[in-house]
């Protein structure tokens, strides 16, 4: 497992359009939140911590489709052939791409986080925001670790670039946006969305009582890990049956 792992890190590391991918969606977090800050967007009850997570959208987009492009981009680049011989056993494989993309993702996040929690301080009016909870941000982190090993997971299902990202896409901006024809489920799908859990657990914004995740916080992003490890799971099953062992 652990040279199956090297591999997958490997890869990143040396095609330019992958590390540079996981670059940018590092970076798209703190430069969201630099806008925010200098264009007066902090509401008078946002925190420094939920300023910082005011991008998490852009960056769950960004790790999403990364994510997407580097599972499906072995069937378009067509070198998933080799990626099958060089590692026989199709659950060790699996296993390590979800594991290195997902602590490329985690680590890339934990950046994108700190420096965006560093941006929005040193750009806010001093004494106009309260500092907030911090060790809050580690919900942005699980976020963007469970999107990741959602688009993971959908590559390697549609095997398609473009299909991969577009359900990645929907995931994250759907569940609100259709939130209204959910009827009484709404809470619990709206408030186990990627994005909605963030903003409960950072806090600032005042969600909706139909958007609130009716177990709290921590419920909400167990469930939303749960919500990722099935679809993983189903990435997994899919693999094994449609390239053998």
Not at 194 to 201: G, H, K, L, M, N
Request: charged letters at 10%; a neutral charge.
């Amino acid at each position: 497992m652990r040279d199956a792992i090297r591999s997958e890190v490997l890869k990143v590391t040396t095609v330019r359009g992958l590390w540079l991918g996981a670059v940018l969606a590092t970076v798209a977090v703190p430069l969201f939140s630099l806008l925010v800050v200098g264009t007066d967007g902090l509401g008078v009850d946002d925190t420094i911590t939920s300023g910082a997570a005011t991008g998490t959208i852009v960056g769950l987009l960004a790790f999403g489709a990364w994510a997407a492009t580097l599972s499906a981009g072995e069937y378009a680049r067509q070198t998933m052939s080799v990626t099958l011989a060089t590692v026989p056993r199709r659950s060790v494989l699996y296993g390590a791409k979800l594991i290195a993309t997902a602590a490329i993702a985690g680590a890339g996040a934990l950046v994108s986080a700190l420096a965006s929690l560093g941006i929005v301080r040193l750009a806010a009016t001093p004494g106009e925001h309260e500092l907030g909870r911090p060790a809050s941000l580690v919900a942005l982190v699980l976020a963007i670790v469970a999107v990741s090993v959602l688009g993971t997971a959908v590559g390697l299902l549609t095997r398609s670039t473009t299909a991969a990202i577009t359900i990645v896409v929907l995931a994250v901006l759907l569940p609100k946006a259709a939130g209204g024809l959910l009827g009484g489920l709404e809470p619990w799908v709206v408030g186990a969305s990627p994005a909605t859990v963030v903003t409960q657990v950072v806090g600032g914004a005042q969600l909706a009582s139909d958007q609130t995740y009716p177990g709290g916080d921590w419920p909400a992003v167990l469930t939303m890990l749960g919500v990722a490890a099935v679809v993983a799971l189903g990435g997994g099953v899919a693999l094994h049956r449609r390239d053998g062992q």
